[in-house]
C-alpha cells in the first residue's frame, strides 16, 4: 500500500475537521476550510473560497443524510429556504459592488450578536 | 411558508454581500422564525446549503477558482469527521446545542467585525464571496 503524502494527509485532516464541524452545528465548514486551506496548503483566499464551496457540497449532503436518519431533516422546508437563497446569493454577490460593505458588516454583526442572546434566551 | 422563502432570501443576499455562508443565518432562522428545534434547524440547514453551495462552486469554477481535485478529497474524507459531529449534535441537549451555535455566531460576528475594522475605507471588494 502506498504511503499517502503530507499534502494528502492535510487535506484529510481538513476533511474531518470541517466533517465534525459542519455536523455538529449545520453550517457548512467554511469557517474551518478556508482558513485551513491558506495556512497549510498557502492558498490565495479566492482559490480557497471556490474549493471550499465545492468541497462543502458533499459535506452537507453527507451531513443532512446522516441527520436524515435521525429524522430531523424538514425537506420541503429546506427546499424552500434552500432554493430561494440561491437567487439572494446571485443578487448580493452583484448588490456587493454597489453598496458600502463594511457599513452593512458591522451593523450584520450587530444582527448576529442580537441573535445569538435571542438563541441563549430561548 | 412565506417565511421560510424570506428567510432563504434574506440569508442568500447577505451571504453573498459578506461573504458569510448560509447555515451560520438558516439555523437562526429555522429557530426563531420557524420554530424548529435546534436540532431539526441543523439538519434542515444542511439540506438547504447543498443547492447554495452546488451553484457558488460553478461559479466559482468558471472563474477558475476551484481546485477540483483538492475539493473532492475534503468533501470526501469528510465522510468520519462528519458521522462523529452529526452523533454528537443529537448525543446533547437542544440546550447545550444553542449555547454552542450561540458561541459560534458571535465568533463569525467578530470575525466580521475584525474584516471591515480590516478593510478600512475601502468600499470596493473584488472577492467572490459565499463560502464562509
Known sequence: ?122 | MIWLILIGLAAGVLGGLLGVGGGVLFVPGLVIVVGLTQHEAEATSLLAIVPVALVGALRQSRYGNVRHADALLVGLLSVAGVAGGVVLANALSGKALRTGFAALMLLIAAQLVRKALREGRKDVNPDEPGSR
Open chain 1, 1 to 122: 500500500m502506498r504511503i499517502p503524502s503530507e499534502r494528502a494527509l492535510k487535506l484529510m485532516a481538513i476533511g474531518t475537521a470541517a466533517g465534525l464541524f459542519s455536523g455538529l452545528f449545520g453550517v457548512g465548514g467554511g469557517t474551518v476550510i478556508v482558513p485551513l486551506l491558506v495556512v497549510w496548503l498557502g492558498y490565495a483566499e479566492r482559490e480557497a473560497t471556490g474549493t471550499s464551496l465545492a468541497a462543502i457540497v458533499f459535506i452537507a449532503a453527507f451531513a443532512a443524510a446522516v441527520q436524515g436518519a435521525y429524522g430531523n431533516v424538514h425537506v420541503l422546508d429546506a427546499l424552500l429556504v434552500g432554493i430561494p437563497a440561491v437567487g439572494g446569493v446571485l443578487f448580493g454577490t452583484w448588490l456587493q459592488q454597489r453598496v458600502h460593505v463594511r457599513a452593512l458588516s458591522l451593523l450584520f454583526a450587530a444582527v448576529l450578536v442580537a441573535s445569538a442572546v435571542e438563541l441563549l434566551l430561548e
